[in-house]
């Protein structure tokens, strides 16, 4: 893969039911790091999908009277459609019941089958239905004469049958290695450390197949036996770029992976089963997993049972997508769980979004429309104040790749909304409405500045809310081929004279 190649994905979402704000969350995250490297002019591949096969999608088809293909084009299709309603800029859709997934699949379990990491025996065990996870006697509880999970709480139950196993156990050793070699491969390093200790404390062999459903890619030359959900969803990231064809162009430039988005319920299955399988039919691993928190409702992750869910789709139908992206992405901690209300979501954008970066522009350019006939000339001296903000602003920029490339969003942002203060306190500290009559030069080279300003923070901002810093982009006239982060190696981001349009109300405040 080259070096300016980017390769991103999401969890493909298991279609048993409507989307939440969890897929809002991984969705729209991803979203930000693949726009943000493309404007630092990276070629981009962003997947997202959905999982479609396994007992809990056979029992959802039952339940609703269809067969588990008909019941998945439904389901699919509303997960499809929030890519759009989300605004996400994902470059393909993938579906495990897509014949390119099913010839990734195969090729990837005859690989397991010829290394010998595959044999067959019977599987006694603790079985999550709602996880498609296999879980250990020490990670189950009793409560009411019912088992559940420790790890995600939800129920269990004992399984019999005959399966085939991944020899797992054998690659406790080897795992270790590779995280030593790639230290980065988990982040935050609270899960890379979680990660270790898991595999430190010993790992056996997975059950790899089951019989007793028939919803599933079977097992080749065995139809008695489907393959596991959970090995057959992962290999998605590599059946979307034509795998195993290695030649096909979207392979050799985008794999391995740079950077899969999950949440921390599904981290063992990326961090540990994935880079196994992965060695194993001797494919390289992806280069990072980054495993996010869950979104909670106060201090309890959202559930149906609790009846605390937010609906991404009415928020969005009442405050705006741009609202909803900049809220998720500044509120959740990075990597850890964030709560959200509708109260923080109201007070986040009257803050942040139209008192500082609203305001910002409506100030700027009400004061051009007014004053300046929507034109200001090129600046010719630079003072003392025009200066410091100049440094204040490469200080707050200097750090923004790498915040970036560490998944940091948190600390991106609050750099991001800084810039956006200090130049509203420039203008405020200026005052240009009181040079119009007397120096009109110097009214003009703050003009100048406070719209240069205006561009950064909006090619800044347009990863998390592209649709509102587009159209501040769009009535400064800034060419859309000149909308990247340039401007962070000391480009100029616009010309010496500049002529704006009209620009409407950004973001209207809530009460």
């Given at each position: 893969m080259s070096h300016?190649?980017?390769?991103?994905?999401?969890?493909?979402?298991?279609?048993?039911?409507?989307?939440?704000?969890?897929?809002?969350?991984?969705?729209?995250?991803?979203?930000?790091?693949?726009?943000?490297?493309?404007?630092?002019?990276?070629?981009v591949h962003f997947l997202t999908g959905t999982d479609e096969h396994g007992l809990k999608i056979q029992k959802a088809a039952e339940k609703n009277n269809l067969d588990p293909l008909t019941y998945c084009n439904k389901i699919s299709r509303i997960f499809k459609d929030l890519t759009k309603k989300l605004n996400l800029s994902n470059d393909d859709f993938i579906r495990t019941t897509e014949k390119r997934h099913y010839k990734s699949v195969n090729d990837i379990w005859n690989r397991l089958v010829k290394s010998g990491d595959i044999y067959l025996s019977k599987y006694k065990g603790w079985y999550s239905v709602s996880d498609e996870a296999y879980y250990n006697s020490d990670e189950i509880i009793e409560k009411n004469k019912k088992k559940f999970s420790t790890f995600s709480g939800s129920t269990v139950e004992w399984v019999e049958e005959d399966s085939f196993f991944f020899k797992l156990s054998t690659w406790e050793k080897k795992l270790l290695e590779f995280y030593d070699k790639n230290e980065k491969f988990i982040l935050p390093?609270?899960?890379?450390?979680?990660?270790?200790n898991f595999v430190k404390s010993g790992l056996k062999d997975l059950s790899v197949s089951r019989t007793s459903f028939t919803w599933g890619i079977k097992v080749p030359n065995n139809n008695k036996h489907v393959i596991y959900v959970w090995l057959d969803a992962l290999i998605n990231y590599l059946s979307a770029l034509n795998f195993p064809n290695t030649n096909d162009k979207l392979y050799k430039n985008f794999w391995p992976a740079s950077l899969h988005v999950i949440g921390k319920d599904?981290?063992?299955f990326h961090a540990i089963y994935w880079p196994a399988f992965l060695l194993a039919a001797d494919v390289e691993p992806p280069t990072r997993i980054f495993s996010h928190g869950w979104i909670l409702s106060g201090e309890k992750k959202m559930s149906k049972s609790r009846g605390n869910i937010l609906n991404p789709l009415e928020i969005i139908k009442t405050y705006g997508i741009d609202e909803l992206r900049y809220y998720l992405m500044k509120e959740v901690p990075h990597?850890?769980?964030?709560?959200?209300?509708?109260?923080n979501l109201e007070n986040c954008i009257n803050s942040d979004l139209a008192n500082n970066y609203g305001n910002l522009c409506q100030r700027v350019f009400s004061f051009i429309k007014n004053n300046c006939g929507n034109k200001v000339s090129k600046r010719k001296n630079i003072s003392d104040s025009d200066k410091k903000l100049m440094e204040q602003t490469k200080k707050l920029t200097k750090d923004l790749r790498n915040e970036m490339d560490k998944q940091n969003l948190n600390n991106y942002i609050k750099s991001v909304i800084n810039i956006s203060f200090l130049t509203n306190k420039y203008?405020?500290?200026?005052?240009?409405?009181?040079?119009?009559?007397?120096?009109?030069?110097?009214?003009?080279?703050?003009?100048?500045?406070?719209?240069?300003?205006?561009?950064?923070?909006?090619?800044?901002?347009?990863p998390i809310i592209p649709e509102k810093s587009s159209k501040v982009l769009d009535a400064l006239n800034i060419n859309t081929k000149l909308r990247n982060l340039a401007f962070l190696d000391g480009k100029n981001v616009i010309d010496d004279e500049i002529k704006i349009k009209k620009l409407d109300i950004l973001f209207k405040k809530t009460t």
């Open positions: 300016n190649n980017f390769y991103i994905t999401t969890p493909i979402y298991y279609p048993s039911g409507k989307p939440h704000m969890g897929h809002a969350y991984s969705s729209i995250l991803a979203d930000v790091f693949a726009r943000f490297k493309r404007n630092d002019n990276y070629k390093i609270s899960r890379r450390n979680e990660v270790i599904i981290l063992r990597g850890s769980d964030g709560s959200i209300s509708l109260k203008i405020n500290d200026e005052e240009p409405w009181k040079l119009k009559k007397n120096n009109t030069e110097k009214m003009n080279n703050i003009l100048h500045i406070a719209l240069e300003q205006i561009v950064k923070i909006s090619i800044l901002l347009n």
